[in-house]
């Protein structure tokens, strides 16, 4: 079975550190990897999208990476705000020569504290 | 609206009712998937459509369980005869074209999801 691992589970840090939330899968092949921030009560949204090809891709404060040989991605959360508090949560999406079926981790869930 | 529109989105139900839970995607948009999240986990697919047409319901957890998109916009999931183990958030999503692998950038919006309670 195609799976999605990440750790940690948990992760509490104070306002303005950094972060790094690490996600192992064993899809393969693969599409693309992206990685999702999802608030209490709302739908994920899309922070990263990383084709098989690609090794990091920024948005803001948010750095992810992609080694598709060992198959590990990493978000990095710089600065981190209070905002940042949320579940972030890795998706892969299988080679499957139609439409795209996302696969997801059961993501981190990271609170930012004063 | 500018975005997926789930309602309700907070239901409660007994044992053994049925339920319809309501998805409207953006406008336009060809592919909407709905996807069932338990308590601290991931998303999992149910379901994909494209316009009207019900491509994969290979997610779907039991004959309980049934989805429709007669038009090609609004979708609905249907749950007969409600059980506790159906208690969980359900999301949907829609993307403008249909989604391949050549199309890796594809984004899917996500709606707020609705929180089933089944008691």
């Known amino acids: 079975k195609n799976q999605v691992e990440q750790s940690p589970q948990s992760l509490i840090i104070l306002e303005g550190k950094n972060c790094t939330l690490q996600?192992?899968?064993?899809?393969?092949?693969?599409?693309?990897l992206r990685w999702y921030k999802q608030d209490t009560g709302r739908g994920p949204v899309s922070l990263t999208i990383?084709?098989?090809?690609?090794n990091t891709k920024s948005n803001g404060r948010y750095t992810a990476t992609l080694d598709a040989d060992t198959k590990q991605s990493s978000l990095h959360i710089t600065a981190s705000q209070l905002s940042d508090s949320a579940s972030y949560i890795c998706?892969?999406?299988?080679?499957?020569?139609?439409?795209?079926?996302?696969?997801f981790g059961a993501g981190t869930r990271l609170a930012v504290h004063p | 609206g500018a975005g997926v529109s789930q309602s309700p989105r907070y239901k409660v139900a007994k044992r053994g009712q049925d339920v319809a839970l309501r998805c409207d995607p953006i406008?336009?948009?060809?592919?909407l998937f709905w996807y069932q999240q338990a308590l601290g986990q991931g998303p999992e697919f149910l379901t994909y459509?494209?316009?009207?047409?019900?491509?994969?319901k290979s997610g779907l957890p039991s004959d309980r369980f049934f989805a429709e998109r007669p038009e090609g916009s609004v979708s609905t999931l249907k749950i007969q005869r409600t059980q506790q183990e159906d208690s969980a958030v359900y999301l949907c999503?829609?993307?403008?074209?249909?989604?391949?692998?050549?199309?890796?950038?594809?984004?899917?919006?996500f709606g707020p999801g609705t929180r089933l309670t089944v008691l």
């Open positions: 459509f494209q316009n009207e047409a019900q491509l994969d």
């Open positions: 406008s336009g948009h060809v592919s």
């Open positions: 998706v892969v999406i299988p080679y499957s020569g139609g439409y795209n079926k996302l696969i």
């Open positions: 990383m084709t098989f090809s690609e």
């Open positions: 999503a829609s993307s403008l074209v249909d989604t391949d692998v050549n199309e890796p950038y594809n984004e899917q919006f």
């Open positions: 996600c192992n899968y064993t899809v393969s092949p693969f599409s693309n």
